[in-house]
T-cell receptor, first 117, second 117 residues
Framework: EAGVAQSPRYKIIEKRQSVAFWCNPI?????LYWYQQILGQGPKLLIQ????????DSQLPKDRFSAERLKGVDSTLKIQPAKLEDSAVYLC???????????????FGPGTRLTVT | AQKVTQAQTEISVVEKEDVTLDCVYE???????LFWYKQPPSGELVFLIR??????QNEISGRYSWNFQKSTSSFNFTITASQVVDSAVYFC??????????????FGSGTRLSIRP
């Protein structure tokens, strides 16, 4: 079974530029997550999709970050314009959400390391 | 509010030593899930274990064991006879149990474990 794919793996941009990241979840996984992991910290959830709808985007800085999952499969996360503090690893994860109450395993991709100079 | 604390920022031991990674959590929920993830240098987060709050039995999987103590809000992870391949950053995490909150995982800041040959 193929894992979660992300591209690019690395990106260096100057502040105020724009950048986009792509994620392809595991086939059949309805739920997709974007996390931001700043160096030395644990991942922080930015946005969660269920199919092509947003479930939780409470921690997404909406003035500069946007994300979409138009066909309910792959997803893009965009930053426009980037700031120095956006330097981080952006992780995508997916899960096969069960209708039953309770948690379920999230599978993570390798991440995109963004450096803003 | 939910919070996960991993007080040990870095640990370094010699191969074959046993090592314990500490995790303390805070939550107002009466039922919840606890997790441990491993993040090797490649960057992907690898799921290790998920425990629900009403199952306080300790768990052993090969060289890995987990000690869940609800009375002290701790979920510690022990690696027995450590190996160089165990070198990674380890994250403890917490999520709600109910359907609406189960998918939001709160991560600790991680413990970097280095195993010296």
């Amino acid at each position: 079974e193929a894992g979660v794919a992300q591209s690019p793996r690395y990106k260096i941009i100057e502040k105020r530029q724009s950048v986009a990241f792509w994620c392809n979840p595991i086939s059949g996984h309805a739920t997709l997550y974007w996390y931001q992991q700043i160096l030395g910290q644990g991942p922080k959830l930015l946005i969660q999709f269920q199919n092509n709808g947003v479930v939780d985007d409470s921690q997404l800085p909406k003035d500069r970050f946007s994300a979409e999952r138009l066909k309910g499969v792959d997803s893009t996360l965009k930053i426009q314009p980037a700031k120095l503090e956006d330097s981080a690893v952006y992780l995508c994860a997916s899960s096969s959400k069960s209708l039953a109450a309770g948690s379920y395993e999230q599978y993570f991709g390798p991440g995109t390391r963004l450096t803003v100079t | 509010a939910q919070k996960v604390t991993q007080a040990q920022t870095e640990i370094s031991v010699v191969e074959k030593e046993d090592v314990t990674l500490d995790c303390v959590y805070e939550t107002r929920d009466t039922t919840y899930y606890l997790f441990w993830y491993k993040q090797p240098p490649s960057g992907e987060l690898v799921f290790l274990i998920r425990r629900n709050s009403f199952d306080e039995q300790n768990e052993i999987s090969g060289r890995y064991s987990w000690n869940f103590q609800k009375s002290t809000s701790s979920f510690n992870f022990t690696i027995t006879a450590s190996q160089v391949v165990d070198s990674a950053v380890y994250f403890c995490a917490l999520s709600g149990y109910e359907y609406s909150s189960a998918s939001k995982i709160i991560f600790g800041s991680g413990t970097r474990l280095s195993i010296r040959p």
